[in-house]
């Protein structure tokens, strides 16, 4: 995703909280409460953390398929075809790789063959 699409569903999500949560009343009159308060509240990892974690599990999944599967060969394999003009795309293994870069985890194709490993991993991720 792109800084302007993790902004947009951030908003979306306090938005969201704030409908759920209302306002507070303090001094006789109604606030609205700040974002800070909201994620005191919801005590829940926002849905960019979830979306990190379930991308980091499932490439978790396709390291530790057979080399035969056509995720597995996708994910190994570079596409092949001319260059486009412009800047290149951000693909999806290279936004899992900075995920992982993130919570510095070296030699992350190793840990993820290891279920439990990664599961742990997996968890960290949710929290950050």
């Not at 570079?78 to 290279?94: D, N, S, V, Y």
């Amino acid at each position: 995703m792109r800084k302007e699409e993790v902004q947009r569903i951030e908003i979306w999500e306090r938005k969201v909280l704030r409908k759920i949560f209302g306002g507070k009343i303090q001094d006789g009159r109604w606030e609205r409460r700040t974002n800070r308060e909201i994620y005191d509240l919801f005590k829940e990892p926002n849905i960019i953390g979830i979306v990190r974690a379930h991308r980091m599990r499932w490439i978790g999944h396709v390291v530790r398929m057979k080399d035969h599967r056509i995720p597995k060969m996708v994910l190994i394999h570079e596409i092949g075809g001319g260059k486009r003009l412009g800047r290149p795309r951000r693909r999806w293994k290279k936004a899992v790789e900075d995920d992982i870069r993130k919570l510095n985890i070296g030699n992350w194709k190793e840990k993820a063959k290891d279920r439990k490993e990664w599961k742990k991993i997996v968890d960290q991720a949710w929290a950050n």
